[in-house]
């Protein structure tokens, strides 16, 4: 089982469990508890994969192009330079590539350009057949393409450190929301007693405690939305 999928679970047993206290209900528990897992298992662990996805495979379409161009300024030739890179790559990243070892090395990166997907790898194929073409300093050529690609990889630090920081305040505003519920429930239990039998009381707090999963649901999607030129988030991977 993933993070998310245990996070998702620990989420859900205590929103139902702090619903139950607060209403005294099963019923009002069990949807909630049904709803949160279903939520966690079909929704958010789909955009939080798909999330980790894109930032790894730009993480290692980053170390690629960096290393593959200081290797190609040193030793002077594509090949040299893609078996470099080759070697500071992940295994995933080498499976893709197991069904192209008969291609050349320029077929190679053309088919990594669908691995990667995105729009700074496409300029470094571009960089690539100009160099095979005309030649010249390395350096000075990709000096557009390595700041391109610096400056995303400087985007997706600092949105997943906002991600963290926003997480970090919405669990603390809801912990302390979710228990003053708890609190006011054994703090007024005389009024509890009476007004729990109303009908709409165990309706408002599922009201709550179904505002509390949509926040959830909101604050996963903004956290998990990361524009990078080139990549499709509504493509299958």
């Known amino acids: 089982m993933n993070k998310t999928l245990a996070f998702g679970i620990a989420i859900s047993i205590l929103l139902s469990l702090v619903t139950f206290i607060s209403c005294n209900n099963f019923i009002v528990a069990g949807i909630i508890l049904v709803l949160s897992i ?26 690629f192009i960096n290393t593959f161009i200081v ?3 040193i030793k002077g030739t594509i090949s040299s330079a893609y078996d470099s890179s080759m070697e500071t790559m992940n295994d995933d990243f080498k499976k893709e590539i197991e069904n192209v070892e008969v291609f050349s090395q320029t077929d190679k990166l053309e088919h990594l350009n669908k691995f990667f997907k995105f729009h700074v790898f496409s300029l470094f194929i571009d960089f690539i057949n100009i160099y095979q073409e005309q030649g010249g300093d390395v350096l000075a050529m990709s000096t557009y393409l390595l700041s ?37 429930r054994f703090a007024l239990s005389q009024f509890f007693a009476t007004i729990s ?41």
């Open 38 to 63: 279903l939520y966690f298992f079909f929704l958010a662990n789909r955009m939080v994969k798909k999330f980790s996805i894109k930032v790894d495979r730009f993480h290692s379409c980053y170390h």
């Open 71 to 73: 290797s190609l300024s």
């Open 148 to 184: 391109e690609i610096k400056d995303t990889e400087d985007y997706i630090s600092s949105s997943i450190a906002l991600g963290k920081k926003k997480l970090t305040e919405f669990a603390i505003l809801w912990f302390l929301t979710l228990g003053i519920m708890v609190f006011l």
């Open 197 to 237: 039998k109303q009908l709409f009381y165990p309706i408002g707090i599922l009201s709550i405690s179904l505002f509390c999963l949509i926040t959830i649901h909101f604050s996963i999607v903004k956290c998990t939305k990361l524009k990078i030129k080139g990549w499709d988030d509504n493509e299958k991977i």
